[in-house]
Structures are given as C-alpha cells and as structure tokens.
C-alpha cells in the first residue's frame, strides 16, 4: 500500500472508532435528558442541555472529520467499506455500557448488510475528476441529479408530515429513512464544499463564487434535518438495530447519489451492473432481517429476541 493509502486507512478506522463511539455516548446522553423532561422521540429537545449528549456530537464530528480527510488520500473503494467498522464498534460498546445485546439474527442481518454494501462499493464505476465548484455546480444542475433531488426533498416531506405521525414510534425505517435520504444530499454538498477549501487553501479562492455558498447551505440545512431524526431514532429503538440500519441506507443512497451526480455509467460493464444489483438485494435482505426480527422476544414461542435492552425486557409467556 501507498503511503496515502495508509494515511486513508489510519482515518478511517479512526472515523469508524469515533462514529460507533458517538451514538453510545449520545444515546446516554438521551436517556438521561429523558429522566427529567420529554424525551427525543416524543418531541421534547431537553438533550441539549445534557453534557452527554455534547459529548457525543463532539466525538461524531470528530469522526466525520476524520471520514472526510480520509477521502482526500485513499480511494472510496477502501475507505467506504471500512465504515462497516462503526457497526460492530458500536454494538459492543451497547453489550459492554447500555446492556443491549444482539442476537444470532441481528447478527446474520448486520453480516448481509455489510456483505451487500461492500460489494456495491467494489464495483462501483469510477468518478469523474472534479477540479473546481463551478464543475461540481454543472454536475449538479444536470437533469440527472436534478430529479433525483426534488424526488429525495419530496419523498422526505411526505415521510414527516405523514408517515412521522403514524408510524415513528413503532417502525424504525421511517426515522432512519429521512436521516438517510438527505444525508445522500450532505455527502454530495460536503464533497464540493471540500473541494472549496481545498482549492481556497492552494491559492484559487472559491467562496467568491455564489454556488459554494449554495453548497453549504445545503449541507447545513441537510446536517440539521438528520440530527433531529437520528436522535429520535436512538431515543426510541434499540443503539444495536439502529446502527447497522443506518449505515447500511446511508450507504445505499449515497452510492445511488454519486453515480447519478458524479459517475460515468458507460464505464461499467454487465459484470459491474450485475454485481451492483446483487449488493442492493443482499442490504434489502439484512435490512429486512434485522427490522422484522428486531420483537422476536415478545412472541408467545419464547423465542431468543434480536436485541435485549434494559428499557425493554421482553416479557416471557406463562406456560
């Protein structure tokens, strides 16, 4: 390996350790802003008073900072993958501090959601070179990316005005796809707003230019919208499921975001596209897996749970 290739590797796994880190310590934070006023999941915004979860937020950003950097020295094909890393960080941290433990099925579902985003990773088509914001800005405004992006805000807004009432509370997938949805918009505006920098910092100033200051805009607003979710996620479903869910969708429409916004389809060949589509079916399985597994311990057969909490002991059946 190249010496920026070990830099990108040092990073990552760094960015991995500080991101698995982070939802542990903002979910103690949650649960204690919970013992004394509303909780996130409710609507109540009392964490941010709480050092905890202060803490936490610190130490994601930490992480994303670190992911962030890594991209500038080693290609994605090695430093995507390695956020799987986060999961497994995560979930033993949750087993060792909030005594959540994962099961035999959330296990094979967090193994298939890996396998699959793995796979999409290494047989993704290259990216184009990208030297300025004005380039970045013309790939964004093409007719591509264009309907990908209201189609993204559209389906976002349906999900909160409609489905956030009914379904938030009881189903996981409702919260996380809103943090995912627009956190495919926040890499695509982090990527050019690194691009800024990078070439403000060599000398070819870029926030003179009105589409940077578009870029971050997004970006902030995107960050905000998915920081207010994830921390209703945390605050109602269990640290072990939410996670790999998360990193998995995240993952998912990302790519897709990348290869309307960046890519260049002519390059992949049958094999690629195939490969690619394979990836997408194993994440739909795992993720299937882990979400409708996640109240097995509630039945009336007794068997094993996906995950265990102390919040939420499932209670066994009177034989």
């Not at 390996?1 to 949650?30: C, E, H, P, T, Y």
């Not at 695509?188 to 003179?208: P, W």
Request: aromatic share 12%; with cysteine; charged share 10%.
């Amino acid at each position: 390996m190249s010496s920026d290739n070990i830099r990108g590797l040092v990073l990552a796994v760094s960015s991995s350790i500080f991101i698995g880190s982070s939802f542990i310590i903002k979910k103690q934070g949650l649960q204690k802003a919970g013992a004394s006023g509303p909780r996130a999941g409710q609507g109540g915004h009392s964490y941010l008073y709480e050092p905890w979860w202060w803490a936490g937020m610190i130490t994601m950003i930490f992480g994303e900072v670190a992911n962030f950097a890594a991209y500038a020295y080693a290609p994605a094909i090695l430093v995507t993958p390695l956020g799987a890393l986060s999961i497994i960080f995560s979930a033993v941290l949750a087993h060792l501090i909030l005594k959540e433990r994962l099961h035999i099925f959330g296990m094979l579902g967090c193994a298939l959601c890996v396998v699959g985003s793995t796979s999409i990773v290494l047989h993704a088509p290259r990216e184009r070179n990208i030297e300025s914001v004005k380039q970045v800005w013309q790939l964004a405004t093409e007719p591509g990316f264009i309907v990908y992006f209201w189609l993204v805000l559209i389906v976002v807004a349906v999900i909160i005005f409609r489905y956030v009432p009914r379904y938030g509370q009881t189903h996981l997938i409702v919260y996380i796809g809103i943090c995912s949805l627009m956190g495919s918009l926040t890499v695509m505006g982090v990527k050019a707003v690194g691009i800024a920098l990078k070439l403000s910092f060599g000398g070819m100033n870029q926030f003179k230019y009105y589409e940077t200051w578009i870029f971050t805009a997004i970006v902030i607003f995107c960050c905000l919208l998915q920081i207010n979710y994830l921390n209703k996620a945390l605050d109602t479903f269990n640290t072990a499921v939410v996670c790999p869910v998360y990193y998995v969708m995240f993952t998912t429409f990302t790519i897709i975001a990348s290869m309307i916004m960046f890519k260049d389809w002519d390059s992949q060949g049958a094999t690629e596209i195939t490969t690619e589509l394979c990836g997408f079916v194993t994440i739909l399985s795992g993720t299937f897996l882990l979400h409708k597994t996640k109240d097995m311990g509630k039945s009336a057969s007794g068997r094993l749970p996906v995950y265990t909490s102390p919040e939420h002991n499932p209670v066994s059946s009177s034989r």
